[in-house]
C-alpha cells in the first residue's frame, strides 16, 4: 500500500443511471428451478434492472455521467481524462470511455477502459487519482458501467440471478484545499485464481458467458478481504473502526456482513443498496457512492474507504478524506 504523495485529488460530483426495466426474483421462477425465499436468504437481492433492448454499457455511462458532470459543475471542456471501469463493454474495441467523450463533446480529454472485473471502478479512480496526484490532468470523469443482460448464462441459476445492469460515474478534480482528498490507494491481484469468475467460450463457436465458481468466490473473499482491509487500514495508520463509513462493492449481502464482522466493524457503516439492484459488478461501487453522498451519509471532515473484489481475482480500497 502507498499513501499518496503529491496533489490531491477530491470528489467533485456524483452521478448514476439505474435503467428502468424491473426484474424481480419471483420473475425467476417462471422459468429456472428457483425461488425469491432462496435469492434472498443467500443474496440478500430482490430485485434487479436490466438495461432495455436498444441500451448498451455506452449508454449507461453516458447517462451516469451528465448526472456526475453537472453535479460537479464542470464543462465537458475542462475534463481531461475519461476513465471507465467496466467488464461488459458495447465491444472489445472501441472503448466504451472512448464513446462517452465523443458523445460528452469532453474534446480536451483522453480516454480508455479499465478490466479489472468488479475491482474496475476502484481501479479507474486508482489511475485518475494517480494522474492527478502527478499532475498529468486536473479532472477526471470515472465511470463504472455493466451491461449484463446479454453475457448471462439465464439457465444458470447459480449465476444469473445475482447480476443486475446500472453505471454510476464520478468527476475527481485537483483539491486546491486540505478537505476532500484521497490519502491511500491498495490494489492486489491474486491470479492462480483466474478461473473462478470468467467470461470465455470454450472454442470459436461458443458463444461467450460469464461463468463463476460461487463457493470459491465466497470463501475466497470471505478469507483474502478482511485482511486485505486490515492491513490496508494498519498501513493508513487508523483502524477498521476508524473509517467513519465504508462505500462497497455490492456482491451479497452475507458477505458484506461476514467480512464487517471479521474487522470487527458496524454494518450501519455503510450503506447496502444490492437489495434494488442485485451486483452491478464494476458499476455497484460508483452507484453506491452516489447514494451515499446525495443522502448525506457521507459528511465533511470524515473518513471514508471504498472496497471492491472481483474477476482476477482482484482486490481493492482507497482512503477518502471527505
Ligand atoms: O462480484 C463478485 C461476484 N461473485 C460473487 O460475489 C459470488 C460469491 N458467491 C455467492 O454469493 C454464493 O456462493 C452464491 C449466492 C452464488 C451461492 O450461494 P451458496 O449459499 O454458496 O449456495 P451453493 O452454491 O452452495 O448451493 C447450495 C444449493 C445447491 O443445491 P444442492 O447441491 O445443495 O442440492 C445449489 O444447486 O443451492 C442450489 N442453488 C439454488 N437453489 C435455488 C444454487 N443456485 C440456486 C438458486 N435457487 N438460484
Not at 422459468?31 to 441500451?55: P, Y
Not at 478481504?225 to 473502526?241: R, S
Not at 456482513?257 to 457503516?269: P, Y
Not at 461501487?285 to 459528511?299: H, N, P, V, Y
Request: with cysteine.
Amino acid at each position: 500500500m502507498k499513501l499518496i504523495d503529491g496533489r490531491f485529488a477530491m470528489i467533485a460530483g456524483t452521478g448514476k443511471y439505474i435503467p428502468e426495466r424491473v426484474m424481480k426474483n419471483s420473475d425467476f421462477e417462471k422459468f429456472l428451478d428457483t425461488n425469491d425465499k432462496w435469492i434472498v436468504e443467500r443474496t440478500g437481492i430482490k430485485e434487479r434492472h436490466l438495461a432495455g433492448e436498444d441500451e448498451k454499457c455506452s449508454d449507461l455511462a453516458f447517462n451516469a455521467a451528465v448526472f456526475a458532470l453537472k453535479d460537479s459543475g464542470l464543462a465537458p471542456e475542462e475534463l481531461d481524462m475519461v476513465i471507465v471501469g467496466t467488464c461488459s463493454p458495447d465491444s472489445a474495441f472501441p472503448s466504451v470511455a472512448s464513446k462517452v467523450q465523443g458523445r460528452l463533446g469532453a474534446v480536451n480529454a483522453g480516454a480508455f477502459d479499465v478490466h479489472a472485473g468488479c475491482t474496475g471502478s476502484l481501479a479507474a479512480m486508482s489511475a485518475g487519482i494517480a494522474g492527478i496526484a502527478c499532475g498529468m490532468w486536473d479532472n477526471v470523469l470515472v465511470i463504472g458501467a455493466e451491461v449484463f443482460r446479454d453475457i448471462l448464462d439465464w439457465t444458470d441459476r447459480g449465476t444469473c440471478i445475482l447480476f443486475g445492469d446500472g453505471a454510476g460515474a464520478c468527476v475527481l478534480s485537483v483539491s486546491s484545499e486540505k478537505k476532500g482528498r484521497f490519502t491511500a490507494s491498495k490494489l492486489m491481484s491474486d491470479g492462480t485464481k483466474h478461473n473462478y469468475i470468467t467470461l470465455e467460450g470454450e472454442n470459436r463457436d461458443d458463444p461467450h458467458k460469464v461463468r463463476m465458481k460461487g463457493n470459491d468466490v465466497f470463501r475466497f473473499v470471505n478469507t483474502a478481504l478482511p485482511v486485505f482491509i486490515k492491513d490496508f487500514c494498519q498501513d493508513a495508520g487508523l483502524t477498521p473502526n476508524q473509517v467513519d463509513f465504508w462505500v462497497l462493492h455490492q456482491a451479497n449481502t452475507r458477505i458484506i456482513e461476514g467480512v464487517f464482522k471479521r474487522i470487527g466493524v458496524s454494518t450501519e457503516k455503510t450503506l447496502i443498496n444490492l437489495e434494488n439492484y442485485g451486483n452491478t459488478s464494476a458499476a455497484s461501487m460508483m452507484i453506491t457512492l452516489d447514494e451515499a453522498m446525495k443522502s448525506g451519509r457521507i459528511r465533511s471532515g470524515e473518513k471514508v474507504a471504498f472496497v471492491a473484489f472481483g474477476a482476477g481475482m482482484t482486490l481493492g480500497a482507497l482512503l477518502y478524506e471527505a
